[in-house]
């Protein structure tokens, strides 16, 4: 259990490393895509490749010594053409390659033991595995869930701000998009697959569940001992399967089937219970967040479980399905095609999960992304998606219109592409300006709005007027969320920083200079947020004024009305808005203060004139 509650905040002890780890984990799922990209079309699977058909072997042992025995075979097929007959025993193989999935047209050797106690070394070439009903929206949906991830992992994790629990929600994600590519089925690597999914399987398990608990216990404030101790028995459980798995994988042990189907009859029930758990744990948080005052938090949770709580159902029913068949003897066949519907219909579901958290980190703002980034990543994605439409309409033009001579086969081709390429740029700027005005409109103009005035603010010539103006453009910015401005002022020595302008009457009216809220700046020399005052969800910022390092103010944020919380974008908005509107206060100070002095100059030289003639 102590192990468990210490790798909660691990990626926040080593922020740097986790942020390279994350880097490195998205360049190996581009590397997935470009491959999977170049090497293998959609659907289709050259890299790949099986034995044939006409033949049925029992495995007897794994590991380092594997033996196969054949129980039946066709004359006129691969493996038949080897000479082996039912009764032989296969044996000197690559165990793992075999249970990987041998590559297409490349020799794999092996021995055939003959009831006699012969031995023959022969090989086999593996056919290339073509599929006559290829799914190709399962195909294109995991280059979806891959892209979306590794995405939003991304920016999750290395967005300034973020709890540890999004942290290794990030982790997560993009654990996942691995995952997902090895399932494109390239296997450039051959005989590793197995190896690297099963340890995917358990950062993915790891990770999933470190976010849940960290999560329920950020909303429910308990330390949740029991789940903790649960959750990690059920890990170091699974754990244990997997290196049983990479004994033999890697041929370190030989396992008698026997022996090995005897010993996962009592551990293969751990990884059912692991993801049951997972699944119990995002629908208590559910039930947690729906009692706060938090709307932010609880817009959060509920898409975010809303998203995420199919991921658990896939590897439920798969541990649940082997586990029927190896528990009844059941024969597969007859199962096989229901199971790959209901895989199917899994898998859509979970893609739908992946695209609605898309969908929530872009138009809900469930995670606290800059304006800038949420733009950027919306332009990136449509970019991408109108290139594949345009391209894929390419493909069907020049599939239709059918050239009889090589020259006119150029010349369609190259108008084809130069009409899309001008439909292209109108297409783009006609959906991006809907998806401006759609999604970012009000971002926007909140931000123009409060530019604006800090632009007008240069202008003024009354200081009460300034300010009045500063409380109305920070209260409408923040949605009419509490403002307070104090100013520094200096009184028989003493420096006190005083009210000046208020929407919350329950502020004190001087500040001291020792006060922590005025030493929190001095120490932060930026914008501090401050804890959660009563009666409010969110915490309070405090916004300073300096001017060559003395500090000249500060103003005193709320929280939102609508109990959203402060996105950095903003945060930076206000943090220009204040410094430079509080530069404008001190020059009208400047100002004042200067005139002041010139009327008693003019007065002190005018009593000077008059003593001089008496």
């Not at 006119?408 to 300006?433: M, R, W």
């Not at 003024?460 to 923040?478: I, Q, T, W």
Request: aromatic content about 12%; charged content about 20%.
């Amino acid at each position: 259990m102590k192990f468990i509650e210490l790798l909660g905040p691990i990626v926040e002890n080593y922020k740097k490393t986790f942020r390279y780890a994350l880097i490195f984990m998205a360049i190996a799922v581009s590397i997935q895509l470009i491959i999977a990209t170049a090497f293998r079309p959609i659907g289709y699977n050259p890299l790949h490749g099986n034995w044939g058909k006409g033949y049925g072997v029992f495995i007897v042992a794994v590991g380092d010594k594997p033996e196969l025995l054949v129980r039946s075979v066709e004359p006129d097929t691969p493996l038949g053409r080897t000479g082996a007959i039912a009764g032989d025993q296969i044996i000197n193989f690559n165990s793992r390659v075999f249970l990987d999935g041998a590559p297409a047209e490349v020799k794999f050797p092996f021995s055939l033991k003959k009831s006699d106690g012969t031995l023959i070394e022969t090989s086999i070439t593996p056919e290339k595995e073509v599929s006559e009903d290829i799914n190709y929206s399962v195909a294109i949906g995991r280059y979806v869930i891959m892209g979306l991830c590794m995405t939003i992992g991304l920016l999750i994790g290395l967005s300034r701000g973020q709890s540890i629990s999004n942290r290794w929600l990030a982790l997560a994600l993009i654990f996942f998009a691995l995952d997902q590519g090895l399932s494109l089925g390239w296997q450039i690597l051959s005989g590793l697959n197995n190896i690297i999914r099963g340890l995917l399987d358990l950062l993915i398990n790891l990770s999933f569940g470190i976010f849940w608990l960290s999560l329920a216990r950020q909303i429910s404030n308990r330390d949740l001992k029991n789940v903790h101790l649960l959750f990690g028995s059920l890990f170091l459980v699974d754990s244990s399967i997997y290196f049983i798995e990479l004994s033999h994988l890697l041929g370190f042990l030989t396992w008698q089937m026997k022996t090995y189907s005897r010993l996962m009859t009592y551990l293969d029930i751990a990884p059912i219970l692991m993801q049951v758990v997972l699944l119990t744990l995002s629908i208590y948080s559910l039930q947690l967040v729906k009692i706060q005052n938090d709307r932010s938090l609880r817009d959060r949770v509920f898409w975010i479980v809303l998203s995420l709580c199919a991921i658990p159902l896939m590897p439920i029913f798969k541990a649940s399905y082997w586990e029927i068949i190896r528990l009844t003897g059941y024969d597969f066949d007859p199962l096989g095609l229901e199971f790959k519907k209901i895989h199917d219909v899994l898998f859509y579901v979970q893609s739908i999960g992946i695209l609605i958290l898309g969908f929530a980190v872009l138009k809900k703002r469930i995670f606290n992304f800059s304006f800038v980034v949420n733009r950027a990543l919306l332009y990136s994605l449509l970019s991408v998606i109108l290139l594949i439409i345009f391209y894929a309409a390419k493909s069907g033009l020049e599939a239709i219109i059918k050239p009889s001579t090589s020259e006119a086969g150029t010349a369609i081709s190259a108008g084809v592409a130069f009409l899309i390429y001008l439909a292209f740029h109108h297409v783009y700027d006609q959906v991006k300006e809907y998806m401006e005005q759609w999604l970012f409109k009000s971002w926007h103009h909140n931000e123009q709005q409060l530019r604006g005035f800090v632009r007008r603010a240069a202008f003024f010539e009354d200081v009460d007027k300034l300010r009045e103006g500063m409380l109305g453009a920070l209260h409408d910015f923040g949605h009419g969320c509490d403002v307070a401005i104090f100013e520094k002022r200096i009184e028989k020595e003493r420096t006190f920083y005083l009210k000046t302008s208020v929407t919350d009457q329950a502020l004190p009216n001087v500040i001291d200079s020792d006060h922590n809220w005025v030493l929190s700046i001095r120490d932060q020399v930026s914008m501090v947020s401050l804890e959660s005052m009563p009666n409010q969800s969110s915490p309070s910022r405090l916004l300073p004024q300096f001017h060559r390092g003395e500090l000249l103010g500060f103003v005193w944020l709320g929280q939102k009305i609508d109990g959203s919380d402060w996105r950095p974008d903003e945060e930076l908005v206000l943090q220009f808005a204040v410094q430079q509107i509080g530069l404008d206060i001190y020059a009208l100070e400047v100002n004042r203060l200067s005139r002041e002095l010139e009327r008693e100059k003019l007065k002190t030289d005018l009593l000077e004139g008059i003593l001089k003639k008496q």
